[in-house]
T-cell receptor
Framework: GESVGLHLPTLSVQEGDNSIINCAYS??????FIWYKQESGKGPQFIID?????DKRQGQRVTVLLNKTVKHLSLQIAATQPGDSAVYFC???????????FGTGTRLLVSP | DAGVIQSPRHEVTEMGQEVTLRCKPI?????LFWYRQTMMRGLELLIY????????DSGMPEDRFSAKMPNASFSTLKIQPSEPRDSAVYFC???????????FGPGTRLTVT
């Protein structure tokens, strides 16, 4: 039958809350991970990245956690703001290749 | 820096017509990527170039799609003939040697009727 399209997981939070967006990856050879934010009508924008030799990396209001044992990545956004409303993608890079493989994305909705 | 530039931003065409999408990467970037984004399939890599040479075109859907990079500052993605199922947003991105971070353009929204 026909696919009805990708079902984007949606996370709804209140302004000021902390948000956690999760991502599972499948390739144990992936050595670099990146989070992108895509606002409506725009191209994806870089948020933060992390290499496989790290477990945690912090930016301004954002933290990425990497658990290689279970192949899991998360993006934490502190004090979420309405301007954070967007679709968030994780992407992975496999050592030796320049290209990124993108996940399906999570929609974050922030209510004032 | 102006970032990655794509043109046109919107394109509406009839089935069977040729469509050409254009991209100017960030100056000094060695890699250029073409992606397609749809509700059905998400963000898909179509092809990427390194120093103007195609490296991986395994994502190009079929022979109707072709991409060129005649010089370091310009690339085209052509669809001939176009079909309604080609309707999507097409993104161009660029990156530099030694970094996996890709910088995306604003995209071209293609509608084929």
């Amino acid at each position: 039958g026909e696919s009805v399209g990708l079902h984007l997981p949606t996370l709804s939070v209140q302004e000021g809350d902390n948000s956690i967006i999760n991502c599972a990856y499948s390739n144990s050879a992936s050595d670099y991970f990146i989070w992108y934010k895509q606002e409506s009508g725009k191209g994806p924008q870089f948020i933060i990245d992390i290499r496989s030799n790290m477990d945690k990396r912090q930016g301004q209001r954002v933290t990425v956690l990497l658990n290689k044992t279970v192949k899991h990545l998360s993006l934490q956004i502190a004090a979420t703001q309405p301007g954070d409303s967007a679709v968030y993608f994780c992407a992975e890079n496999i050592l030796g290749f320049q290209k990124l493989v993108f996940g399906t994305g999570t929609r974050l909705l922030v209510s004032p | 820096d102006a970032g990655v530039i794509q043109s046109p931003r919107h394109e509406v065409t009839e089935m069977g017509q040729e469509v050409t999408l254009r991209c100017k990467p960030i100056s000094g970037h060695d890699y250029l990527f073409w992606y397609r984004q749809t509700m059905m399939r998400g963000l898909e890599l179509l092809i990427y170039f390194n120093n103007n040479v195609p490296i991986d075109d395994s994502g190009m859907p079929e022979d109707r799609f072709s991409a060129k990079m005649p010089n370091a500052s310009f690339s085209t993605l052509k669809i001939q003939p176009s079909e309604p199922r080609d309707s999507a947003v097409y993104f161009c991105a660029s990156s530099t040697q030694g970094s996996y971070e890709q910088y995306f353009g604003p995209g071209t929204r293609l509608t084929v009727t």
